[in-house]
């Protein structure tokens, strides 16, 4: 059974693009991968599931069918991998780390001692 990737993902694009994305390009997914989360006439947010890692050849499917479109996919999946692809078609950037495990980052935000006020530093 694959980790679960959890993909936090943004598009601008046009409302038309927008429409179409959302019309057209989920049918691959279970429906119970996919859950909007804001939507906008030139924007759109979701969070979209994945088997292992992000879904690249469903970004690069979007940059290919669609013209000037840009993406932020912010994910992470339980084994404890994240990262982020961030741009356009022609301009990407990816970034990965280990984040820890689901197991690892219980274990840390276990209860601790009472949480410090947090200092700020006065501007004069």
């Known amino acids: 059974m694959p980790n679960d990737c959890w993909n936090t993902i943004s598009i601008k694009a046009?409302?038309?693009?927008?429409?179409?994305?959302?019309?057209?390009?989920f049918q691959s997914f279970p429906p119970s991968a996919f859950k909007k989360i804001q939507f906008g006439k030139e924007m759109i947010i979701f969070k979209l599931w994945s088997a292992w890692g992000p879904d690249s050849s469903f970004i690069e499917t979007l940059f290919n069918k669609y013209e000037n479109i840009w993406i932020l996919n912010m994910w992470h999946e339980e084994g404890g991998n994240a990262g982020v692809i961030v741009g356009t078609k022609d301009n990407i950037s990816e970034l990965s780390w280990d984040e820890g495990c689901i197991e690892e980052i219980v274990n840390r935000m276990r209860d601790g001692d009472t949480m410090p006020e947090p200092v700020f530093q006065s501007s004069s």
């Open 14 to 25: 046009t409302n038309e693009q927008i429409n179409s994305i959302l019309s057209n390009d």
